[in-house]
């Protein structure tokens, strides 16, 4: 099967649920659970057979810019919907679903970075498993962060909307945050780690940046988790401190792959 069919299907899907669940918050409702994670998981194993056919390959893993974004998506879908279980995380989808359209589209129709397949050994794969997963993670935050900062605007100027009522208390909102700025903390030190462990010279591989800003990030997330536990950081304090460390670890990534792939052709 070609993956453009897949591709469509995962990003109607995706459109449909955004569609439904901002429809139902603008009539003051909450969406019915069932239906949007069945949606869900429709337009994930859509995803999921587009990029097994886009990404693997007798030469190797095709992990170019656009592809690893479109993984990253599916990755972050796939932890929400099974967070769904035991966390309230529903408004989280709203921005997760477009993204997840957006990165499947991309992938099949932008065009390739010059990224060569990568024929690496086990050690080298799963350094860029924790990595996409301490990057899926740290996505989530960031959301949750921009969430927090809506609902802070709209208690402070007492005019919540459709969508703010539908948001849990403010307090379990910022555990939330803080719980997944943690589990991404512990998945970026394991990635680093392995990094420093499997990479035979970072300098030689055009990595030595990246590097460096997921160091910095690590370190940013790492005070904004002792703030909150010594001086009970909270509120615009946590949300500036979750969002710049964000920056960075996406510019780590992102940024140094879209310059490699598509300005320096490396």
């Given at each position: 099967?070609?993956?453009?069919?897949?591709?469509?299907?995962a990003a109607?899907?995706y459109?449909?649920?955004?569609?439904?669940?901002?429809?139902r918050?603008?009539?003051?409702?909450?969406?019915?659970?069932?239906?949007?994670?069945?949606?869900?998981?429709?337009a994930?194993?859509?995803?999921?057979?587009?990029?097994?056919?886009?990404?693997?390959?007798?030469?190797g893993?095709?992990?170019?810019?656009?592809?690893?974004?479109?993984?990253?998506?599916?990755?972050?879908?796939?932890?929400?919907l099974l967070?769904?279980?035991?966390?309230?995380?529903?408004?989280?989808?709203?921005?997760?679903?477009?993204?997840?359209?957006l990165?499947?589209?991309?992938?099949?129709?932008?065009?390739?970075?010059?990224?060569?397949?990568?024929?690496?050994?086990?050690?080298?794969?799963?350094?860029?498993?924790?990595s996409?997963?301490?990057?899926?993670?740290?996505t989530?935050?960031?959301?949750?962060?921009?969430?927090?900062?809506?609902?802070?605007?709209?208690?402070?100027?007492?005019?919540?909307?459709?969508?703010?009522?539908?948001f849990p208390?403010?307090?379990?909102?910022?555990?939330?945050?803080?719980?997944?700025?943690?589990?991404g903390?512990?998945?970026l030190?394991?990635?680093?780690?392995s990094?420093?462990?499997?990479?035979?010279?970072?300098?030689?591989?055009?990595?030595?940046?990246?590097?460096?800003?997921?160091?910095?990030?690590?370190?940013?997330?790492?005070?904004?988790?002792?703030?909150?536990?010594?001086?009970?950081?909270?509120?615009?304090?946590?949300?500036?401190?979750?969002?710049?460390?964000?920056?960075l670890?996406?510019?780590?990534?992102?940024?140094?792959?879209?310059?490699?792939?598509?300005?320096?052709?490396?």
């Amino acid at each position: 099967m070609h993956p453009l069919l897949p591709s469509l299907a995962a990003a109607c899907l995706y459109a449909g649920a955004t569609g439904y669940q901002g429809l139902r918050l603008a009539q003051r409702t909450p969406p019915d659970r069932r239906i949007l994670v069945g949606i869900g998981i429709l337009a994930l194993l859509a995803h999921s057979l587009s990029l097994f056919q886009q990404l693997l390959s007798p030469a190797g893993l095709h992990l170019d810019f656009f592809n690893a974004s479109s993984l990253i998506a599916a990755s972050i879908i796939c932890l929400m919907l099974l967070a769904l279980r035991r966390i309230p995380v529903d408004n989280l989808l709203l921005l997760l679903f477009p993204m997840g359209m957006l990165t499947v589209l991309l992938a099949q129709f932008a065009p390739s970075g010059t990224a060569p397949p990568i024929t690496e050994k086990p050690g080298i794969l799963a350094h860029i498993l924790l990595s996409i997963l301490a990057y899926g993670m740290f996505t989530i935050a960031a959301l949750q962060a921009l969430l927090l900062l809506l609902q802070n605007y709209n208690l402070k100027h007492k005019h919540p909307s459709g969508l703010i009522k539908n948001f849990p208390p403010l307090q379990t909102m910022e555990s939330l945050l803080f719980n997944f700025i943690a589990a991404g903390w512990v998945l970026l030190f394991a990635s680093l780690l392995s990094g420093w462990l499997f990479l035979n010279d970072m300098f030689a591989q055009h990595l030595v940046h990246k590097t460096f800003l997921s160091v910095i990030a690590w370190i940013v997330f790492g005070f904004l988790l002792l703030g909150r536990r010594y001086f009970g950081w909270r509120g615009l304090i946590a949300v500036r401190w979750t969002l710049s460390g964000f920056w960075l670890l996406m510019l780590a990534y992102f940024g140094s792959k879209l310059v490699r792939e598509y300005i320096l052709h490396v």
